[in-house]
C-alpha cells in the first residue's frame, strides 16, 4: 500500500481537520514514510454510535494512505470518565460492566479496518492491560511528575468545569489527562506511534501526551482532531428525539438506521457525505451540483444514506431497509419479511401493543392515537369518521368497514398490523 503524498490536504478539504500540533512538520512526517497512528475509544456504552463514525472513517483513510492504525479501548479509561465535552461528571460504571462493554466495542470497531494488509494492519489494544498494572506511587512518582498543575487547569476542558461553581472538576475526572497521556506514551514505545488523532475536545489531552512523550521517550510526536459535528441547526449530531443512533443493529434498525440519514437536513447532507463516505471527489462533486439545483430530488441523501447503510450494516442490511421503505410507501405490506416486520416494531413506527386474540379496528386508531380530531382528541367518533371516508389502510389495504376486527389469525405472521391514515401516518400494531 503507497503512502498517500496530500493526506492532510485531502482531510482538509473534507472538513475532516480542526487542529494539527504543527502541520508543515506533520506533513513531512506523513510523507517519509508509513506511520502509526491512534484513536482512543472510551466504552460508555454498549454500542458505538454514528458520532463515534468520524474517528473510526478518519483511522480508515490514515491506513487507506498506507498508514498503520491502532484502536484503543479504553478499559483503564472508561472507568474514569472524560470530562471534554461535559457540564457535569459522567455516572461512573462498575468494572464488570466496562468490561462487558470493551468486548463489544471492540469487535463493532473492528469491522471499519482491515486486520489482515502486511505492514499496515490494523491492531487493537486496551489500555487496561498497562493502566490496571500501575500502582498508586508509581503513578504519581514516574507520570504525574511531569504535570504542572498550572497547566492542566488551562486546558479548556478543565477550565470550563472550574469556572462552574455547580459543578467544579473531581480528581478522577482531573486525572483523566494524565492517563490519556500515558496511553500514547505507551504506544509511542510498544508500536512507535507517532500521531493521536481525537476530537476538537481532546485538544488539551493530545497536546498533553505528545509532552509527555517528549519529558518520558526522548522523542517528538504529533496530533490532529477533527470538529465535532453538529446538524445546521447546531443541535448534537447523532441524536433523534433524544436518543443516540447506535451502530447495534439491536439498538436502532437498519431501517431507522437508514431513515436517519435520508432525514438529515438538506444544508448538512454534502458535508456528511464527506465526512461519512468514501464516494469519489468527482461522485461528490455532482452530488452536490445536483442537490445545489434541486434538493427535492433528494438525490444526495439517498446516496448518503445507501452509502453508510452499506457500510455499516452490509448489503444486507442495506437491502432490507430499502425493501421496507419502498413498502411503506407504496403500500405493499404484504410482502414484507417477518424480520422486516420485527425491525419495524423494534423502533421503525410507533406500536400499539395489544394483549389478546383480535382488536376492533376502531377501538386499533383510538389506542393509537390516530383518531384524533382537529381540536386535539382522540374520539371513538373521529375513528368511525376516518374510516367512513375512506381514509383509513390495513396491511396496505383500503378498509371501508369501521366494525372490521383485527385478529391473530389474519395479522401479518399472526402478529402484525400495519394500518395507515391519509399518505403519512403509519401506525403498528403487535399482537403479543
Given amino acids: 500500500m503507497g503512502i498517500q ?57 490514515f491506513q487507506l494512505a498506507g498508514h498503520k492504525p ?37 469487535q463493532q470497531a473492528s469491522a471499519f479496518l482491515d486486520f489482515d494488509c502486511g505492514s499496515t494492519s490494523a491492531i487493537v489494544v486496551d489500555n487496561a492491560e498497562w493502566t490496571e498494572q500501575l500502582t498508586v506511587i508509581d503513578f504519581l512518582r514516574d507520570i504525574g511528575k511531569h504535570f504542572s498543575v498550572n497547566a492542566m487547569i488551562q486546558k479548556e476542558t478543565v477550565r470550563r468545569r472550574l469556572e462552574d461553581e455547580s459543578q467544579g472538576i473531581s480528581y478522577t475526572e482531573f486525572s483523566y489527562m494524565i492517563l490519556q497521556s500515558y496511553d500514547f506514551v505507551i504506544l509511542n514505545q510498544r508500536y512507535d506511534c507517532t500521531i493521536q488523532m481525537g476530537g476538537s475536545d481532546q485538544w488539551g489531552n493530545i497536546t498533553s501526551g505528545m509532552d509527555l512523550i517528549r519529558r518520558m521517550n526522548g522523542r517528538h510526536a504529533h496530533g490532529i482532531t477533527y470538529p465535532l459535528i453538529t446538524n445546521s441547526d447546531g443541535t448534537k449530531f447523532g441524536k433523534s428525539m433524544g436518543n443516540a443512533v447506535w451502530l447495534d443493529q ?4 437498519p431501517y431507522s438506521f437508514y431513515q436517519f440519514w435520508r432525514n438529515c437536513a438538506d444544508a448538512d447532507v454534502i458535508h456528511y ?40 450494516h452490509g448489503e444486507a442490511g442495506l437491502a432490507a431497509a430499502l425493501r421496507i421503505t419502498e413498502a411503506l410507501f407504496r403500500n405493499t405490506l404484504t410482502a414484507l419479511a417477518e424480520a422486516d416486520l420485527q425491525q419495524l416494531a423494534q423502533d421503525g413506527l410507533p406500536v400499539t401493543q395489544v394483549d389478546g386474540e383480535a ?66 401516518s403509519h401506525h403498528m400494531i403487535v399482537m403479543t
Wanted: hydrophobic letters at 40%; glycine letters at 8%; proline letters at 3%.
Fill in 250 to 253: 439491536q439498538k436502532t434498525s
Fill in 359 to 424: 382488536i376492533g379496528l376502531s377501538d386499533a386508531l383510538v389506542e393509537s392515537g390516530l383518531a384524533v380530531t382537529p381540536r386535539g382528541e382522540v374520539t371513538l367518533g373521529q375513528a368511525r369518521k376516518l374510516v367512513q371516508s375512506n381514509a383509513v389502510s390495513v396491511n396496505g389495504e383500503k378498509v371501508i368497514d369501521e366494525s372490521m376486527q383485527l385478529t391473530r389469525a389474519t395479522a401479518l405472521y399472526q402478529r402484525y398490523y400495519i394500518i395507515q391514515k391519509g399518505k403519512k
Fill in 5 to 61: 503524498q496530500d493526506l492532510l490536504g485531502n482531510l482538509r478539504s473534507l472538513g475532516l481537520i480542526a487542529q494539527v500540533s504543527s502541520e508543515e512538520d506533520l506533513v513531512a512526517h506523513l510523507q517519509a514514510e508509513s506511520r502509526t497512528v491512534y484513536c482512543g475509544f472510551d466504552p460508555t456504552a454498549d454500542s458505538l454510535h454514528i458520532g463515534n463514525l468520524v474517528p473510526l472513517l478518519a483511522l480508515r483513510r
Fill in 70 to 106: 491502532i484502536l484503543l479501548v479504553g478499559g483503564a479509561t472508561g472507568m474514569i470518565g472524560d470530562p471534554g465535552g461535559r457540564s457535569s461528571e459522567r455516572e461512573l460504571k462498575s468494572a464488570d460492566v466496562v468490561r462487558d462493554f470493551v468486548v463489544k466495542i471492540r
Fill in 273 to 312: 457525505l464527506k465526512i461519512f463516505t468514501f464516494l469519489p471527489e468527482e461522485e461528490l462533486s455532482r452530488l452536490a451540483a445536483v442537490h445545489g439545483q434541486d434538493p427535492g430530488l433528494q438525490e444526495a441523501h439517498k446516496a448518503l444514506a445507501e452509502a453508510v447503510t452499506r457500510l455499516v
